[in-house]
């Protein structure tokens, strides 16, 4: 299996900044996209963002502006920049991950999720 693992969620006052960061392990031959989605009290998961192995990068217009995402393709990590955040941003983000694994097999892999509280 594939597994990740999130970090970097917490709490920050409006206006603040975080960074989150997703590793992937185990058998992979390759990942075409990473990416992050996030789920508030009371709403559906949405989708935040995406970007491919190449570096092709989607966001959602929620977040334009104001998150970057990027990733380490020798680390299998995908990051979250996350600034001039707002109290709707809070949620629980997961983190998005679909491949190939060692076998040739696609994959589509979703972390734990982290909870990222914006409050004053």
């Known amino acids: 299996q594939v597994q990740l693992v999130e970090s970097g969620g917490g709490l920050v006052q409006p206006g603040g900044s975080l960074r989150l960061s997703c590793a992937a392990s185990?058998?992979?031959?390759?990942?075409?996209?990473m990416g992050w989605y996030r789920q508030a009290p009371g709403k559906q998961r949405e989708f935040v963002s995406t970007?491919?192995?190449?570096?092709?990068?989607i966001y959602a217009d929620s977040v334009k502006g104001r998150f970057t995402i990027s990733r380490d393709n020798a680390k299998n990590t995908v990051y979250l920049q996350m600034d001039s955040l707002k109290p709707w941003d809070t949620a629980v983000y997961y983190c998005?991950?679909?491949?190939?694994?060692?076998?040739?097999?696609?994959?589509?892999?979703w972390g734990q999720g982290t909870q990222v509280t914006v409050s004053s």
């Open positions: 970007i491919t192995s190449s570096g092709s990068t």
């Open positions: 185990g058998s992979i031959l390759s990942i075409g996209t």
């Open positions: 998005y991950a679909g491949g190939r694994n060692g076998a040739g097999v696609p994959f589509n892999s």
